[in-house]
């Protein structure tokens, strides 16, 4: 619903698609999952996967995720990951109505690109944080980004291609889709979630009541802050104003499109505004995390929900929480403290998705507000729109964490043991999916286009916003909800 | 929608405030605040378990 780079050909698309974007995610997040599982039973169906560790000798930086498919190597395990995917997704794109033969050549050159981005990020003068890590790996000195620092350069790939190679990225057009890849990773990421929360049950649950203030604060509060701010300072109308206020308060593109068709604004209006969030989008994960690390790594679950609060797509802010976990525990690290990953990053995503599910029911009000009060008319916004709107990966993500929790705490012990290992596996895609979110988003912002289209005025209410309020405000709230309380230290 | 038509579209006058849209921000952030102060009070008296 959201790839701006394909927006001109959608009402084509639409007649000729199966499904949308969010059931296709559902599917693939699914059958992740699926084949995931079945390693419980002692069936390895996707320990071929390719993972990457720190390196300092190229050869060594690849292998299969499980040990029993290490006499593959590397190279295959790279090339059996991706032959996996872009067989998965060509059939896919082809059920969105999608050009199947222009999606595979370009899919092979935006996974050759991401995947290469990635394998730099894990170089260990980028990756390795401790010393004892450096001291491993014979060298003196690191950038100490993790290996998620390959997120970034991925994301820098992506940005120097639409700014740079702006022919090459409209030829990539087919395969860049990042709402389609986060939401993959999102519904696989339940499994995670599920078995991180299993391990510490009333922590999760306290972490999902205070995802209720996540709400409150994006749509009752930022929404009606921006809307006025747009509205009185800078004389937007009420069409450009509702989307823009949805796109920054709520959760960016997803939003300000729902929105957007809500008040039955014309489709280019929230489609502008959607290409702005995601340049902002851009910035605040190349800024935000680091800020986080050097200002809250004492806090590591309030940096966890600031992120959710104050990056506005859901790619970026899930994305950006990862990279957040990685920074954060890294610095931890050097002053000897060892946190259990996957909290900062379930913190993010919990807020995340709290905000994403009531952007159906947000559209509504509007719709109704707008078809009985402002542009009164034959059309009156009808219930069935909730559902319409509603994000429907979201079930997706609630489906697989249901079912990981119920097999972590509510069946056999052998079961629950061999639970986190299928969940690892299927984390391999999920890790994927975010390089090829990240890689997407960076080809998507052409900021000398952007500009050249008198988006000035735009962004001049985007900054404002963004940085006069949401940040601090999100930074408030998460302060007052979570300070205090830290992740639990690894065993 | 062309470049000459966003800049144009910027520059029309300013729509005014309905009430409707007035009622509409104050109603949100009237009860935003309310029920952040609700969840601040839960928060303080039901603290996060670990």
Redesign the interface.
């Known amino acids: 619903m959201s790839d701006i780079a394909v927006k001109a050909s959608e009402p084509a698309l639409a007649q000729r698609a199966l499904l949308n974007e969010d059931w296709l995610a559902v599917a693939i997040g699914l059958l992740v999952f699926a084949l995931a599982l079945f390693s419980v039973g002692g069936v390895d169906l996707l320990g071929w996967a390719v993972t990457t560790s720190v390196y300092t000798d190229i050869a060594g930086a690849l292998a299969p995720v499980a040990k029993a498919y290490a006499p593959l190597g590397g190279v295959v395990s790279l090339l059996l990951t991706y032959a996996a995917l872009l067989l998965v997704l060509s059939i896919g794109v082809s059920t969105l109505g999608a050009d199947v033969r222009k999606f595979a050549t370009a899919f092979t050159a935006v996974f050759a690109i991401a995947y290469a981005s990635w394998i730099v990020g894990s170089y260990a003068h980028i990756a390795a944080v401790t010393p004892a890590e450096q001291q491993k790996f014979g060298i003196s000195w690191s950038l100490k980004l993790t290996n998620e620092g390959g997120f970034v350069i991925a994301l820098l790939s992506g940005l120097v291609i639409a700014n740079f190679f702006p022919r090459f990225a409209a030829w990539l057009k087919e395969a860049i889709r990042p709402e389609l890849y986060v939401k993959i990773a999102i519904v696989i990421l339940g499994a995670t979630v599920a078995v991180t929360a299993a391990a510490r049950l009333n922590l999760a649950s306290s972490l999902l009541l205070r995802g209720a203030a996540a709400i409150v604060e994006a749509y009752l509060i930022y929404w009606a802050v921006i809307y006025y701010v747009a509205r009185k300072w800078f004389g937007f109308s009420r069409e450009w104003s509702v989307p823009l206020a949805s796109g920054i308060s709520i959760c960016g593109v997803a939003a300000a499109i729902a929105t957007g068709g809500a008040i039955r604004a014309r489709p280019a209006v929230p489609v502008l505004v959607s290409s702005l969030v995601v340049v902002f989008a851009v910035v605040e994960v190349l800024i935000l995390p680091f800020l986080a690390q050097t200002f809250l790594w004492q806090e590591p679950l309030v940096a966890g929900a600031w992120i959710g609060l104050a990056i506005k797509t859901d790619g970026a802010a899930v994305a950006g929480g990862g990279i957040t976990e990685s920074l954060i525990m890294a610095k931890a690290a050097t002053e000897g403290i060892k946190y259990q990953p996957g909290w900062i990053l379930a913190t993010t995503t919990t807020v995340k998705i709290f905000i994403d599910i009531f952007i159906g029911i947000w559209a509504f009000i509007l719709g109704y507000i707008w078809t009985n009060h402002i542009d009164k008319g034959p059309d009156k916004a009808k219930a069935g729109e909730i559902w319409q709107r509603f994000p429907k990966f979201i079930l997706g993500f609630i489906l697989v964490f249901v079912i990981s929790l119920w097999l972590a705490v509510g069946t056999t012990p052998d079961i629950a043991k061999a639970l986190p290992a299928a969940a690892g596996e299927a984390n391999v895609f999920r890790v994927i999916f975010f390089i090829l979110t990240f890689f997407s988003i960076g080809v998507l912002s052409d900021f000398r286009k952007l500009w050249q289209q008198g988006f000035g005025k735009l962004a001049a209410v985007y900054f404002v916003s963004l940085f006069g309020f949401v940040i601090w405000v999100g930074l408030l709230i998460s302060w007052l909800f979570f300070s205090g309380v830290k992740p639990p230290l690894a065993s | 929608?062309s470049?000459t038509d966003?800049?144009e579209?910027?520059k029309?006058p300013?729509?005014p405030?309905?009430p409707?849209?007035k009622k509409?921000?104050?109603w949100?952030?009237g009860?935003?605040?309310a029920?952040?102060i609700v969840?601040?009070a839960?928060?303080h008296f039901?603290p996060?378990?670990?």
Do not use: D, H, P, Q
């Open positions: 929608m470049e966003l800049r579209e910027l029309a300013v729509e405030l309905l409707i849209e509409l921000i104050g949100s952030l009860l935003g605040i029920l952040l969840l601040i839960f928060n039901v996060i378990k670990l």
